[in-house]
């Protein structure tokens, strides 16, 4: 079998460009590893910004949709030191310009716009070669086969596609985040209900920080943010939920209880987090018939950045599919034309990030970055 427009995973970036495409009349085909949207949960909140995810929704024709999965009051936001004192509140006044949503309702609702059949779950690559023609054939792992005559790599940082244009690999970039849960948080957790707020909260320390956000139903998700070196985070057995959060939690001693609570507190074993990035300036010469879009093209540390460039990238790539109908590699040129540079500039800007956060200053810094007295990085 041949499909015309193959997309490897039903990501935010993937769904985007079958979106887009169909908006604009063009076929497409996703094949997602996962069995099912209901498979896993899709991770916590995403602010969308209006330069890029907003742009990407509206090309998507969705924005209406997405106005309806705001989290209100979610773009509150403070930073706190070590021990709890707040160094700095930004309440939500509806003018911030990047609205808060849950990974998984953003996922829905470009789910639920797609046609039936559009996306093929259970279907794990195995292995993707040449064919000939610009064409690439897609082995699954339950032995079934299918060529592409244009095959789009949506598959994230462990892309099965990207070797097909690069040999860049994902690097451990010293720092790993921890997550964890509190639910029912204003019942059974005041203390660090309090110490969130309404929104997100940054409490930060050189070389560490607890940061949490305030989702739907009163639940508190947290990335615990450690700059430690992989055989370290290796060391901890995170199958033992009890001794890997105490390990955790001892990285804290000292820092207010109400903070530690969000480690000590949720009902679900921690899991690790180690940040990955491909190399800021990752591009590749054109091969025919096949490109990257999101992480798959320019993994990056975590910036807010992540979700709403996947996004663009899926929506660029649609249009310009869409203004070439008749030249496939004119299309893929004018996408990556302008996606190479764009990525560059946001993965640079992302170490800059993690520097304001977990730097030397820290929380001081992210505190002159939010109110202007440092440098502004477009973040």
């Not at 909140?45 to 999965?69: C, P, Y």
């Not at 690097?171 to 790993?176: I, K, N, S």
């Not at 320390?205 to 139903?217: D, F, L, S, W, Y």
């Not at 290796?234 to 990285?251: K, L, S």
């Amino acid at each position: 079998m041949t499909t015309p427009v193959t997309i490897i995973g039903a990501g935010l970036g993937g769904l985007t460009l079958a979106r887009v495409l169909h908006v604009r009349g063009i076929a497409a085909t996703i094949y997602e590893a996962e069995s099912s949207a209901e498979t896993r949960t899709q991770g916590g909140q995403l602010d969308i910004h209006e330069k890029d995810g907003q742009i990407a929704l509206a090309a998507a024709g969705l924005t209406d949709e997405f106005r309806a999965i705001i989290h209100q009051g979610g773009e509150a936001s403070r930073v706190l030191d070590q021990h709890g004192t707040v160094l700095l509140e930004e309440p939500d006044d509806g003018t911030g310009g990047r609205p808060e949503v849950l990974r998984g309702d953003l996922r829905r609702i470009l789910i639920d716009s797609l046609p039936a059949g559009t996306i093929q779950w259970g279907h794990k690559v195995a292995g993707v070669a040449p064919a000939g023609g610009g064409r690439h054939e897609l082995a699954f792992a339950d032995g079934a086969t299918v060529t592409a005559s244009l095959l789009v790599g949506a598959d994230g940082a462990w892309s099965k596609v990207r070797p097909l244009l690069s040999d860049a690999e994902p690097r451990y970039v010293g720092t790993t985040f921890v997550e964890t849960y509190l639910n029912d948080a204003d019942v059974r957790h005041p203390a660090a209900a309090e110490a969130v707020g309404n929104g997100a909260m940054y409490a930060l320390a050189p070389g560490q920080g607890i940061t949490a956000h305030r989702e739907v139903g009163g639940t508190l998700h947290t990335y615990v943010q450690l700059n430690r070196p992989a055989d370290w985070i290796a060391g901890i057995d995170f199958t033992d939920a009890a001794t890997a959060t105490a390990r955790i939690a001892a990285e804290f001693e000292g820092w207010a209880p109400q903070l530690t609570a969000l480690i000590t507190g949720g009902e679900s074993a921690p899991i690790p987090r180690p940040i990955h990035a491909l190399p800021d300036a990752h591009r590749w010469d054109r091969v025919p018939g096949v490109t990257l879009i999101g992480d798959a093209a320019h993994l990056m540390a975590p910036s807010g950045e992540g979700a709403n460039l996947a996004m663009l990238d899926g929506a660029e790539l649609a249009n310009a599919i869409a203004a070439h109908p008749d030249d496939i590699e004119a299309a893929l040129d004018e996408y990556e034309e302008t996606m190479f540079p764009r990525s560059e500039s946001e993965a640079a800007d992302s170490h800059l990030i993690l520097e304001i956060c977990l730097g030397d200053r820290a929380p001081h810094s992210l505190v002159d970055f939010l109110t202007g007295s440092s440098e502004p990085v477009d973040a």
